[in-house]
């Protein structure tokens, strides 16, 4: 990805109620590790691959492997073979991706007081997700499988992505968002936010009502994962720790997958093509429970074994492995089971997930109609095992049409510029049209969208001060009554947005159109709103003007009130009210140094 010289400071010079100005960004320069790294990506390198075909395209991920499982690498377009459902295609793009942990970029540290959601990594093509499954394991497999953790991350190199999640009974949980730091991970893995949990609905547990629950448990949990993982170019390669996987139709990549086969490219990512992107999630099931010999000969056992309970054992891990076998091939991944070396499998998915070829091909079946199509790969080379995904469903386009139009007549009636500000983001804020998925976006804990990318630049108060008990409350000052009472902290809140994530929407008259939320809210340390602040920006935006933001950045500024003493938690987010993309944040209010006066901001009250 290619460095872009870009001065912080003038980035947040805001014009109140419209977009910040900054200096003009340049390439010739070096990187300044001191600028985030928002500030400093070139949001035109992000996609991997380029297609130039004027129709559809299916793009997919190929691991190559010898017969000892060594990742290939130096194979050409010409060692492929693709077949659709029997017709022979030809590819239109063919790209190999390599990555070793010494030609790692160094990860630029962010100014004090300066927090982002964009996430560095070294290997921008290819993201490892460790997801451990709490609510399908055992305390004691998850208690084995967090010690093999640890001692893999003691030993892991740097530049290598990796985010952990946690699948509990109460749903998908994210313990350490991605980092390519070996240190932050090892921290993520011993630290109390990996905990082990007791599910809610006994393993053994059978019949129609627990079987319903881990599956509508495991749908939900992954869908919200796949919108954390959506933003994020390149492959995703899922380590799942889990013993059984409740059965679902997920991986059929159908309307109700969690990772959509289909993702439609904006215009502003590609002007030629549609791309069918295939999810880029590859899973590499590992069965947590290691090495199993059947119960019924265990010392512990009172019972003489008999040939059905041996039977049942032995069906039972049948079926287990035949599931996580069809998760993994359909996928583009690897299956793991009957292994104590956790942390070897980890290290081998990886290795190979890290090191793949990227193809691409228009197919000659013009027809979208929704029917399942059979993909097959081979390669002139003999002795070489090939993973990828073996199909897709042939899905028509379905842009957002009702409500997309809707929302441009009203913006485009909006004057240039406007900006309000208010302040509860309770129940009334949802009702006023705020969509659900943001508001769950922005709940303590939630795990956060990256869709829009934003910097928040916070300046703590210099003192704390009481509010007047008949004082009407201001917008960042609607506290709880008890609260009011309390020693209060300002801090200024500055945004600063990188707009190349905002799909403006162009009308014919050359004006391009955007609607967009800033909220801030602040949680106790048991989840409970105390304060929250809004902004509405309404933009319509002339084609100079329009350029300018691009280059720039645009954002505003909020104040709000703390509690001085306590444990409390700021939720920043940026919502596209438009086309429904989003980011999010959470912060501690700790992690902000008092007295320092952050970037871009003048010292606060």
């Known amino acids: 990805m290619k460095p872009v010289r870009c001065s912080f400071l003038p980035l947040l010079a805001l014009f109140f109620g419209s977009f910040l100005m900054a200096q003009q960004p340049s390439p010739q320069q070096t990187p300044d590790p001191t600028i985030p790294p928002l500030l400093q990506h070139d949001p035109s390198d992000r996609q991997t691959a380029t297609i130039t075909a004027n129709a559809r395209a299916v793009v997919l991920d190929v691991v190559v492997t010898d017969g000892k499982g060594h990742v290939v690498h130096g194979l050409t377009k010409s060692d492929f073979h693709l077949v ?14 390599t990555f070793t942990a010494a030609n790692a970029p160094p990860i630029p540290k962010l100014p004090t007081n300066v927090f982002t959601n964009y996430v560095p990594t070294g290997n921008a093509e290819a993201y490892t997700v460790i997801l451990i499954d709490a609510a399908n394991n055992s305390p004691q497999v998850q208690a084995y499988v967090r010690s093999q953790l640890i001692d893999f991350m003691k030993t892991i190199p740097a530049g290598n992505p990796v985010a952990i999640f946690q699948l509990e009974s109460t749903g998908m949980r994210l313990v350490q968002g991605f980092s390519s730091d070996p240190a932050v991970l090892l921290a993520a893995v011993e630290s109390k936010r990996e905990r082990v949990e007791i599910p809610l609905i006994g393993i053994g547990q059978r019949g129609y009502a627990p079987h319903q629950f881990r599956q509508d448990n495991l749908n939900q949990g992954l869908k919200s994962m796949g919108l954390y993982l959506a933003e994020f ?12 996987i409740p059965r679902t139709y997920w991986w059929d990549g159908g309307l109700d997958s969690p990772f959509p086969d289909a993702e439609d490219f904006t215009e502003e990512l590609s002007k030629a093509t549609d791309a069918l992107t295939l999810s880029r999630v590859a899973v590499y099931p590992i069965d947590a429970r290691g090495l199993e010999t059947d119960p019924a000969f265990s010392a512990a056992n009172r019972r003489a074994p008999s040939i059905n309970s041996s039977m049942n054992f032995a069906t039972r891990r049948f079926y287990d492995h035949s599931d996580i076998e069809d998760v993994a091939d359909r996928t583009g991944g690897k299956a793991f089971y009957n292994t104590n070396g956790l942390k070897q499998a980890v290290g081998e998915a990886i290795e190979s997930g890290s090191n793949f070829y990227t193809i691409a091909y228009t197919p000659t079946n013009k027809k979208w109609d929704g029917s399942y199509r059979n993909i097959k790969i081979e390669t002139t080379q003999s002795g070489l095992k090939l993973e990828y995904r073996h199909g897709y469903y042939a899905l028509p386009e379905t842009p957002q049409q009702s409500r997309r139009a809707a929302a441009l007549r ?9 900006t309000t500000t ?18 769950d976006a922005m709940q303590l804990g939630a795990i956060p969208p990256t869709e829009i ?4 630049s916070i300046s703590p108060g210099a003192g704390t001060r009481k509010l007047d008990k008949d004082a009407t409350p201001q917008p960042g000052q609607d506290l709880p009554p008890d609260l009011r009472k309390k020693s209060l902290r300002n801090y200024n809140v500055l945004y600063a947005v990188d707009s190349h994530t905002l799909p403006f929407t162009q009308t014919p008259d050359g004006i391009h159109h955007g609607a967009f939320e800033f909220v801030t809210l ?5 989840g409970v709103l105390v304060n929250s602040i809004m902004s509405n920006i309404q933009m319509n935006l002339t084609p100079t003007t329009y350029d300018e933001i691009l280059k720039r950045g645009f954002g505003t500024k909020q104040l709000i009130a703390v509690p001085a003493k306590g444990d409390y938690f700021f939720r920043f987010g ?4 438009v086309s429904d993309r989003m980011g999010a944040m959470e912060v501690p209010v700790d992690n902000v140094k008092l007295g320092v006066v952050a970037p871009g901001q003048t010292p606060t009250p």
């Open 574 to 577: 940026v919502h596209d009210t």
């Open 233 to 244: 170019p390149g492959r995703k390669n899922l380590i799942w720790f889990s013993g059984s």
């Open 422 to 439: 208010q302040s509860s983001y309770r129940a009334a804020q949802i009702g006023a049209g705020l969509r659900s998925s943001f508001v």
């Open 84 to 97: 659709e459902d029997g017709a022979p295609q030809t590819l239109d793009s063919f790209h190999e991706h």
């Open 410 to 418: 009203r913006i485009a009636a909006s004057k240039p510029g406007t």
């Open 453 to 456: 990318l934003f910097d928040a």
């Open 522 to 526: 602040v949680f106790d340390e048991h």
